[in-house]
Structure formats: structure tokens, C-alpha cells
């Protein structure tokens, strides 16, 4: 019978109950900040080596602990830092009078085990203080996923450049097949670059071949060097922290940024946990990524996500990866790129901290393309995401990178984008695209809007490409040949900056003038309120520019178009009536002057006429007097009910608010309310009239239900409420006698 209960049959349909959620289970590191079987901190240094590492002799130690032992922990400040008890530390991080570079250096001493007990100490809402102070770039951004299932190089092109207008200093792209990668990372290398330039690129593919790209200039970063927290998971995947080395300097000995890829939940779903917890295994992850010499982590709910999530206390374990980063001062690349919920709820619950404590990437990978289209798998956020993400970062005044796009800026991008790809590939031989195809691209929200195409197109192209090792110089040179100048000279820059090396300091981008901001050139100097980063008056209005933003002009329009359906004449003072038949309705001071249409989409004049005829089915007569001293409906309605010969009154909003008053009550007292005026129908303003009648004649009447609803009515309609309040507040007249008027039609 309890599984019947109608509350229980409407919670079972809720998409929270689509999520999988597990009892913890240490045995199979379901667990997710701390398991009786984490090693307990230890470090042992004999003759400036390590000897001992969280409980294992060096005889013990794995491939893991001997690449930490050997090149992660500062040894310098190894005995100090170790020293300390964890709630010190703890509170070290999270106070805003304890300098960052302070808290980095001692943490450069700890151990995996030391830090994971650290950090699990704190509170989320303590997390997020120490992110404020821990995150090392100052400014915050945000990367973004542009992927198609048709790997269509105009769709990646145009999808880059609407992702850099929205304001993505990163964008990642991916293929679902393999030899389409370097026709993607061509065509993502010019869209990052149309309309808004500095934006780097990167193809998520197999290692060598993402190198072997990146060393031809196609692409200017790489993330996907994945790291892991026990040795048989490195052994499943051919690999070791030392072949991760030689790739690290492999990508920065020629010029291109790279950070590795971890995140809680893998060792999780290779089977291979150690029965250890989530967060210890990801701290010996953050613990190699500095000794490999990475200049960041993407973690904080990557692909292992939905496993970290299954378990008690996952999104802060998961919050807790983002800070560990931070405080091995690396750069934060906050994960949010895996769908971690089907409830909208507790997928913005995992984002929300991170963006309002700030990271050096906000998401490390948006889905800024729909949800089908998305390579990597879904995003936390996807394209059909951007508004309630703009709207977010408007509502906390929070910087999470982006900013609003209007429909001709991205129209003109998109276009753009396409067609410079267009024109490289039928310049370079690759292929030839119709321009009914680049209008088709421009027009579409995702790969499912274009025609399948011809199969074989863009996996010849990219042979191509690879067949001729083409690089970035053939690009430009393309490019310039094309007439595409702007596109080209960005592109000559971003190469060029590869040969300076800044953009290879720890958290580094480039703004739009390639200027670099990073740990080095826009430090994080929070220490406490009033200090960090803060919005400009610029940025702050930027964020507030959303595109549902409408002045009051603009919520107020429509009364214009039923401006004068109704006159309102004065008749004289109103007086007291004697007709114990006759009801007021008393009308507010905007009412026929200048509010002319109810928020339910009924004209004034209508609802008038309604609730008249409402009193005369009941056989009563309807006086009408505006009250101009005040906009209160409850103070309307009583003087209304006051002048009226039976000692009823109606009181009437233009907006459409309405009650019904007797004379002897309190202001507030009334008999019947119309509170939710978006929801009234002519019928139900009818039956008020009715009621109010019926009141007059000394009946008890039943009270009309107005349904009800689900909708947020205060969210559809407060905003266009309050423009017509404002309406009503001007045509006040304190301290005015009512007046009986009469309405008239023209």
C-alpha cells in the first residue's frame, strides 16, 4: 500500500530516481572522502631521499609512490609541513589572513595521504572560501566542447566561433572516429579564431597522434593526458608516470600548453581502487600531476563522475579535487564536462559552488553544442543550457567567463566561420562544400539539422591532410589566399606566442588582444572582502545584458496597443450611496489613464464589464469610482465597500488584481482575494461579481477557486508587475477624494 501513496507515485517520476546511488562499499572504493583503508600519513627522508611515503618503505613503494617520492614534495619544507596537525592546516587555507604562497609552499611538503585528510576536514562552504584564495589565476574563464556526430569541419567551424563570442578562451574538440581528427582540428583552429581572437584549440584523440597535430601547429594545447591513482590502471593502459613525463615535456619543449586529465570514480570503474577512497586516490593524482611538471588538472567530475556522485558526500569529494589543484598550486580546470544528473537540481548543485568560488576554468568543457552532439558525452551544461548558465552567473554577480550573444553577432560568426573553412579546403584541395551547405550551417542548432552528406567527405579531407602534413603555416597561407586576413593574422599570433613560452605559465590565456593572463601576470590576490578579483563596471554589465532583460518601457508596451478602448469621465465627488442593491467598484489610479491591459491578457474594460455583469445577474446595480489617493486594492476595495449603499465594495487593480470589501472590516480583512492576477479568466472575474452580489443581498457565497498551478508565477510576471505598479504609483493623487466616473466605449 505505501508504494501506492499518491505522494510516492509522483516522486517516483521524478528524474532524480534515473541516477544510480550507492551504498558505500570500501571494498570497492565506494567510498568518498575517507575509507578505513587510506594509509595514514607518514614521510621518512634519509639523506635527502625518501624513504618512506604514507606508511610504505621504499621497498613497498609502486611506480605512483616512487615518481612522488622522487620529484613530487618539496623536501625543503618536507618536516615542516608534515609536522603540523591537518586542522592547522585546514585553517591555514581557509583563512584569508594566511598569504596564498604561504599556504602553497607548506603544501608543497605534504604527502598524498596528508593532504586528502587535510581537505577532508572542511566543510563545502569552507572549500569554497580557500578556493577564493587558492586558485591561482586571478581572472576567471571558461573552455568549452565542440564536437559533431558528422565531424562536418563548416558545423566545428562555426560552433568554434560561436563559442569564442559567447566567451570561451578555450575550446576542445573530439572525433567519434579517429581519422576525421585532424579535418576537425583544422576547422576548429580557424572557427577559435573568427570575430574574437586568442582562443586556444585542442583535439582530444590517441596521444601520439594529438601530438604529432599539435607539433604541426593545428592545434595549441593538450588536456587529455590521463593520470590515475593506482598502479594496475596504469598498467591496464600501457603506461607509467615516467612515459607521462617524457609527453609533458614533449608538448612544452615546443611551445604548446598542457595540463593532465584525472578525476575521481576511475580507478573506481577499472576495478582497481585499492579499496582505498575516492579522494586519497585523486590526491596521489594531483600529487603526480606536480611532479610531472603539468601545469594543471582537469578533475572535479570527469568521466568517472556518475560514481563519484552515486556515493554519500560525492559532490563535496568532487569540490575537493578542484581545491587540492589549487592548493598544489596548479591550474584548476573544474571538471562540470560529464552529466553528472538527470535532475536539474543536483546537476546545478555540483556547478554552482565552483562557479561562485571561482576556478581557473569554470567548466573544463561547456557543452557549447546540443546534447546529441557532444563527443566527450554529455556535458553538466550544453548549449541549450546558455541562458539559464548567463542568467546564473547575473544573479549571484559571479564571473563564469561568458557573456550574452544577439542573434545578429552570432549569425555573422557563424557565417563567417563557415565560410573561411569553405574556402581553405577547396583552396587546399580537401573538399568542396556547396554554399547551400554553409547556409544550412549557420541556420542549424546541431549536426541533426544538416543532411547526412556525403560519407567519405570529411574522412578523405582529413587523409588529406595528414597525406600532405599540412600545418598551421599552410593554414594561414590559405587563409591569406582566401582573402580571410583577420582569421590569418590571428592565427600567425597565436603561433607565434608559442615562441615566447608565456602562455606555458601556470594557468595561462590569452584575453582578446593576446595579451596573457596567468599565475604570473594576473596573480590571485584575494585576501578577504574587497580584495581578488572583481567585476568592472564593464564586465558587471556585460553579465547584466542578458537578452531576456526588458525595461519597464519595454514590459509596458503592450498598453499601448488597447490605449483609449475606454474613457474614464468624471462624474462628481463620490458620495454615499442608499441603495442597498448598489455595490462600488472601486478603481486604482492608473485604471483607464494609463494601465490598459490586466496581466491575464484581458483589457481593463473587459474585466469591468465582467464583474458588472456578475453583480446584475444577481439582480444588484454597479457604481464605479476611481480612488486616486492610493494603489493598496485593500484600501480601495474598503473605500469602495464604504460609499456603497449595501456596504459591499470591489476593489480593482489594472493589473488585475481584485476583492471583494465590506465596510465594517479592516483594511487587510476582506472577503474574497483575486491575489494571482495572471491566472484570472473573464469567468472567474464574472463569478466575483457575482459573489460580491450575493454578499450585498446578506448571502454566504462558496469562494471561487482559481486552479491553481505549477508554474513560478512570481518569476513569469513580477518583473511586468511591478512596471505596472510603478504605472499606478505615478498616477497616484495622496489625499484626493474618491470620485464617482463613468466608463464609456468609444
Known amino acids: 500500500m505505501a508504494d501506492e501513496l499518491g505522494r510516492f507515485r509522483v516522486l517516483n517520476t521524478k528524474p532524480v530516481n534515473l541516477d544510480g546511488f550507492s551504498v558505500p562499499d570500501p571494498r570497492l572504493g565506494l567510498a568518498a572522502m575517507r575509507s578505513p583503508h587510506d594509509p595514514s600519513p607518514s614521510l621518512t627522508i634519509r639523506d635527502g631521499e625518501v624513504v618512506e611515503l604514507d606508511g610504505k618503505g621504499a621497498g613497498e613503494f ?57 581537505i577532508a576536514l572542511m566543510s563545502p562552504v569552507e572549500m569554497q572560501m580557500a578556493m577564493a584564495k587558492m586558485r591561482a589565476r586571478r581572472t576567471p574563464s571558461n573552455q568549452a566542447h565542440v564536437t559533431n556526430q558528422l565531424d562536418d569541419p563548416l558545423l566545428i567551424a562555426a560552433d568554434a566561433a560561436s563559442a569564442v563570442a559567447y566567451g570561451f578562451r578555450e575550446v576542445e574538440t573530439t572525433v567519434p572516429v579517429l581519422g576525421d581528427a585532424p579535418s576537425n582540428a583544422v576547422a576548429l583552429l580557424i572557427g577559435s579564431q573568427v570575430g574574437t581572437p586568442g582562443a586556444m584549440a585542442q583535439c582530444s584523440i590517441e596521444e601520439a597522434l594529438e601530438l604529432r597535430l599539435g607539433l604541426r601547429g593545428l592545434t595549441s594545447y593538450a588536456e587529455t593526458i590521463s593520470i590515475y591513482g593506482t598502479e594496475q590502471v596504469f598498467v591496464d593502459g600501457d603506461d607509467t608516470p615516467f612515459s607521462k613525463a617524457i609527453l609533458t615535456s614533449a608538448y612544452a619543449s615546443r611551445g604548446l600548453k598542457m595540463r593532465v586529465t584525472s578525476g575521481g570514480g576511475a ?56 581545491l587540492m589543484v589549487m592548493m598544489r598550486d596548479l591550474e584548476s580546470c573544474a571538471g562540470n564536462d560529464n552529466l553528472i544528473s538527470e535532475s536539474d537540481i543536483r546537476r546545478s548543485a555540483h556547478t554552482l559552488p565552483v562557479l561562485l568560488a571561482g576556478a581557473d576554468f569554470i567548466f573544463s568543457g561547456f557543452g557549447s553544442i546540443p546534447r546529441y552532439d557532444n563527443a566527450f558525452a554529455l556535458s553538466n551544461f550544453n548549449s541549450d543550457d546558455m541562458d539559464d548558465f548567463l542568467v546564473l552567473q547575473r544573479d549571484w554577480g ?78 594561414i597561407a590559405s587563409l591569406h589566399r582566401t582573402g580571410f586576413t583577420d582569421e590569418a593574422e590571428a592565427i ?32 590571485n590576490d584575494y585576501t578577504g572582502p574587497a580584495t581578488g578579483y572583481a567585476l568592472t563596471d564593464a564586465r558587471r554589465a556585460e553579465i547584466d545584458a542578458i537578452r531576456q532583460a526588458r525595461t519597464s518601457a519595454e514590459l509596458t508596451a503592450d498598453q499601448d496597443e488597447h490605449h483609449g478602448h475606454v474613457t474614464v469621465v468624471d462624474v462628481e465627488p463620490a458620495r454615499q450611496g442608499s441603495d442597498p442593491r448598489e455595490v462600488c ?28 455583469a456578475g453583480l446584475e445577474e444577481e439582480g444588484c446595480v454597479a457604481r464605479t469610482v476611481q480612488v486616486r489617493s492610493t494603489i493598496d486594492v485593500g484600501l480601495i476595495g474598503l473605500t469602495a465597500a464604504r460609499l456603497s449603499g449595501s456596504g459591499i465594495g470591489i476593489g480593482l487593480q489594472g493589473k488585475g488584481t481584485a476583492l471583494i470589501h465590506r465596510r465594517d472590516l479592516a483594511p487587510l480583512a476582506n472577503l474574497e482575494l483575486f491575489s494571482v492576477a495572471p491566472l484570472l479568466t473573464a469567468k472567474m472575474y464574472r463569478e466575483l461579481g457575482r459573489n460580491a452580489a450575493r454578499h450585498a443581498k446578506g448571502m454566504a457565497p462558496v469562494p ?28 497616484c493623487e495622496p489625499g484626493t477624494a474618491p470620485v464617482t466616473v463613468k466608463v464609456e466605449r468609444p
Open 62 to 118: 609502486d611506480v605512483i609512490d616512487e615518481f612522488i617520492a622522487r620529484y613530487g614534495i618539496d623536501l625543503a619544507v618536507a618536516e615542516e609541513a608534515m609536522a603540523l596537525d591537518d586542522v592547522t592546516l585546514a585553517r591555514m587555507a581557509v583563512d584569508v589572513n594566511v598569504p596564498r604562497a604561504e599556504v602553497v609552499r607548506l603544501i608543497g611538503g605534504t604527502t598524498p595521504a596528508k593532504l586528502a585528510r587535510v
Open 267 to 322: 580507478e573506481v570503474l577499472m576495478g582497481a581502487a585499492e579499496q582505498c577512497s575516492i579522494l586519497y586516490l585523486e590526491s596521489r593524482c594531483v600529487s603526480l600531476a606536480r611532479a610531472l611538471g603539468s601545469q594543471g588538472v582537469q578533475n572535479g567530475g570527469i568521466d568517472g563522475v556518475g560514481v563519484v556522485a552515486s556515493v554519500p558526500e560525492g559532490m563535496k569529494e568532487l569540490l575537493a579535487e578542484n
Open 398 to 475: 559571479a564571473d563564469g567567463g561568458l557573456r550574452t550573444v544577439t542573434p545578429d553577432r552570432l549569425e555573422a560568426v557563424r557565417r563567417r566561420a563557415a565560410t573561411a573553412v569553405q574556402a581553405v579546403y577547396r583552396d587546399l584541395g580537401l573538399a568542396d562544400y556547396d554554399d547551400a551547405h554553409v547556409d544550412q550551417v549557420v541556420a542549424a542548432n546541431g549536426s541533426r539539422d544538416l543532411p547526412p552528406g556525403h560519407p567519405k567527405m570529411v574522412a578523405e579531407a582529413a587523409a588529406s591532410i595528414e597525406a600532405k602534413q599540412l600545418t598551421v603555416f599552410d593554414v
Open 492 to 523: 600567425t599570433t597565436l603561433t607565434r606566442e608559442r615562441l615566447k613560452g608565456d602562455q606555458l605559465q601556470t594557468s595561462a590565456i590569452f584575453d582578446e588582444q593576446f595579451g596573457v593572463l596567468s599565475k604570473l601576470t594576473d596573480p
Open 585 to 612: 467598484i472601486g478603481l486604482s489610479p492608473a485604471w483607464g489613464r494609463s494601465v490598459w491591459l490586466s496581466l491575464c491578457g484581458l483589457t481593463i474594460g473587459e474585466v469591468l464589464r465582467q464583474l458588472a
Open 704 to 731: 471561487i477557486f482559481t486552479g491553481g498551478t505549477d508554474e513560478s508565477i512570481s518569476a513569469r510576471y513580477h518583473a511586468r508587475a511591478v512596471a505596472l505598479v510603478a504605472l499606478e504609483r505615478q498616477a
